[in-house]
């Protein structure tokens, strides 16, 4: 859905997923229902990160065209956690677990594993995922059980941190071993 946001300056959209500020870095997550965005986002928080929005990201660029993204008012700082029900973020863990507002720098698509699929293993490919006209880098998970899903976003979000300071791990493994593949 996209409409006019006369307070933000432009058009807005919003989208089923959740938003996460994960050591200074805005992560999307995205998914079927069902693949544990929310409780992702949750056990982020406990590692202490801080949740921008959950079920609903409404997104907009900003005066330097980035995507930007927050929650909707009416549902802001609030998740809807399967068993538990509604809980609000602020009120269980303090100002210092919620944002207001994101800019978003990573797109972490949450899919159920599938043994058929080729999932990325060395981590030279790199995706994008277009919002708004911006290609964000993105990233597939595949979620099973067992996988701590949280710790894998947590090291992407550093990992993707790394890149933006020019170092590339999986770029520099596979100079090394020569033929781009696994030794």
Request: charged letters at 25%; a positive charge; proline letters at 2%.
């Amino acid at each position: 859905m996209t409409r006019m946001n006369p307070g933000e300056g432009g058009a807005t959209s919003s989208l089923h997923g959740a938003l996460v500020d994960v050591s200074g870095v805005g992560v999307l997550l995205l998914g079927e229902s069902g693949t544990g965005k929310s409780e992702c986002a949750l056990d982020l928080v406990t590692r202490g990160h801080g949740l921008v929005a959950d079920d609903v990201v409404e997104v907009w660029r900003d005066e330097t065209q980035a995507v930007v993204g927050r929650g909707p008012a009416r549902i802001r700082h609030h998740m809807e956690v399967r068993g538990l029900g509604i809980i609000n973020i602020r009120d269980l863990f303090g100002l210092a677990a919620v944002r207001e507002r994101k800019r978003i720098e990573l797109v972490i698509r949450l899919e159920a594993w599938r043994a058929e699929e080729e999932y990325e293993r060395l981590g030279i490919a790199e995706r994008t995922y277009g919002l708004l006209g911006v290609e964000i880098p993105m990233l597939r998970i595949p979620v099973s059980a067992g996988r701590n899903v949280a710790m894998l976003v947590e090291v992407a979000a550093r990992n993707h941190l790394l890149k933006r300071m020019g170092v590339h791990a999986a770029r520099a493994f596979a100079s090394r071993s020569g033929s781009g593949g696994a030794t």
